[in-house]
């Protein structure tokens, strides 16, 4: 990420800023750790909340009824019994 950003920024501050090359690859280099520096501080800054939102997640659904509970031979009426090329009661093409 670091070094990607350091390419792409480095490219910027050159040719979108003007700067000459080694003030562009000094340039490109402080936005890039800015840019490195906020992601970490995000993801880290997410990662326990991400933790316990799994760990929640997975409690409500070891608590709750799931799909798991259905006999698999159970068959609901409904947009299923629909034929696929959408037609009710057609059995043969017709064109008009």
Known sequence: ???SGWVVLTAVERWAEQAP???????????ACVVAGVWWFAEWTQSPLRTAREAAEARAADASPGPQDVAPYEHE????????????????????
Request: proline share 6%.
């Open 77 to 96: 009426a409904g947009a299923d019994d629909e034929p696929a090329d959408g037609r009710r009661g057609s059995t043969t093409a017709s064109r008009r």
């Open 1 to 3: 990420m670091l070094f």
């Open 21 to 31: 090359w080694p003030g562009a690859v000094r340039g490109g280099l402080l936005w």
